[in-house]
């Protein structure tokens, strides 16, 4: 069942999603928000756009044009809807096809920034696969691999652009030696809390297109306090910045 809901709360926005597929959480609005962005970025990629929150939160805080890709007709419906509803049309572009097909429509070294909310799991014969086909593909990696999706990067970044990513940390040497094996030289890292002395569960790596060496290791978020409310720090981030 489709329903309109507030995009926390940026500029009013409303984001259309349907209570049967995956919506969106805390991770596609903490990814918008730790990206390095500049005034000279033109052109923004984001690889798996879903419903394309990433791409509406991008809006408030860039003047470059965005574009999302989306490979699940049904979800790509809801991400124009909210583009529509929200009079969107003109700054962000989404493509309904496969990211592997992406030369078909830009050329190679074509964005400054590209980003990407992943699936996170691997797909073998032990994975807890779940019988919605909708989610499936938007939690384990089915339709695409994480190596997949750096290579894309590579290909359409131009040099020096930046590409970032929220994973699970469980990945993260992978994502590291991934990311450098496509000359994707990680620039700084974020990790992610649920509770305060608690393990990490998610961060968030930023890289440079042949970028030389340079690591900055960011403050953590904590993102609950232990009543599981939000830190104010995260209702910070939920907030417009207009």
């Known amino acids: 069942m489709r329903v309109i809901n507030d995009l926390l709360n940026y500029n009013g926005m409303k984001i259309v999603q349907d209570n049967n597929y995956f919506s969106f959480s805390l991770d596609s609005v903490l990814l918008p928000n730790f990206v390095t962005l500049t005034k000279k970025d033109k052109k923004i990629l984001d690889l798996g756009t879903g419903n394309a929150p990433i791409p509406m939160i991008l809006s408030t805080l860039t003047d470059a044009k965005i574009y999302g890709v989306e490979i699940q007709k049904d979800v790509y419906d809801m991400a124009i809807e909210s583009l529509t509803l929200n009079k969107l049309t003109d700054k962000i572009t989404i493509i309904n096809d496969d990211m592997k097909k992406l030369d078909n429509y830009f050329p190679l070294n074509s964005f400054d920034v590209i980003l990407s909310n992943p699936p996170y799991f691997k797909l073998d014969e032990n994975s807890n696969i779940n019988e919605d086909p909708h989610k499936t593909i938007a939690r384990h990696e089915k339709k695409i691999r994480l190596e997949e999706i750096v290579e894309i990067a590579k290909k359409f970044l131009n040099n020096n652009g930046t590409f970032a990513m929220v994973h699970r940390t469980d990945r993260l040497i992978e994502i590291i030696e ?62 417009s910045k207009e």
């Open 178 to 239: 991934i990311m450098r094996k496509n000359n994707i030289e990680p620039k700084k890292i974020q990790l992610i809390y649920p509770k305060k002395n608690t393990e990490s569960n998610m961060v968030l790596i930023e890289g440079r297109k042949n970028g030389n060496p340079g690591l900055k290791i960011l403050q953590p978020i904590i993102v609950h306090n232990e009543d599981g409310t939000y830190k104010d720090e995260i209702k910070k981030i939920f907030s």
